[in-house]
């Protein structure tokens, strides 16, 4: 009787896409709770220049963060035509100030080019791995991280305020 092998099902990822600075990264999309267009933010005195404000999303006052900025591009101009993504994670809610969410997809886990290394741990800890395609590259954003160097941050820029 010949032997059969059974192989194992390949992990899949499920992913959301958005577009930063004009470069297209994307996330796991269970994390992303809701897309909502602009909307007017109360400021947030003494946060980290990242952090754009507060929003109250049916009872729940989040940060909104520009991605942009937390990722080392230049600060985001926001307008009308910008989204923000809702994300919860680990029952801590944000916004994610986006241009665009482009698409949900999914991808064999194998697919996800772990990220070169570089002389950064903020690389290292945002970036989770690339995806790439034809004509393009995916930037896969490890949130979790990115949120929990948020609360980090707010805790530090709120201790040097209290020290001032």
């Known amino acids: 009787m010949a032997d059969i092998q059974t192989r194992a099902p390949e992990a899949l990822r499920a992913l959301i896409s958005f577009r930063v600075a004009g470069h297209d990264f994307c996330t796991d999309i269970r994390q992303v709770c809701e897309i909502r267009g602009w909307t007017q933010l ?19 006052v989040m940060p909104v963060v520009d991605i942009a900025a ?13 989204v923000i993504m809702v994300v919860n994670i680990d029952q801590d ?27 950064s741990d903020r690389t290292r800890r ?7 395609t034809q004509d393009s590259m995916l930037t896969v954003v490890h949130l979790a991280h990115l949120i929990a160097q948020l609360d980090d941050a707010l805790t530090h820029d709120l201790a040097s305020s209290l020290m001032a």
Do not use: C, D, Y
Not at 70 to 82: D, I, M, V, W
């Open 70 to 82: 937390r990722l080392g591009f230049a600060a985001t101009a926001p307008s009308e035509r910008h």
């Open 42 to 60: 109360v400021p947030m005195p003494h946060a980290p220049e990242f952090v754009l404000g507060v929003i109250n999303l049916r009872g729940t």
């Open 126 to 132: 945002f970036v989770e791995g690339f995806i790439t």
């Open 93 to 119: 809610w944000s916004g994610l100030l986006v241009e665009a969410v482009s698409e949900t997809f999914t991808v064999p886990a194998a697919q996800i080019h772990k990220a070169p290394h570089v002389n």
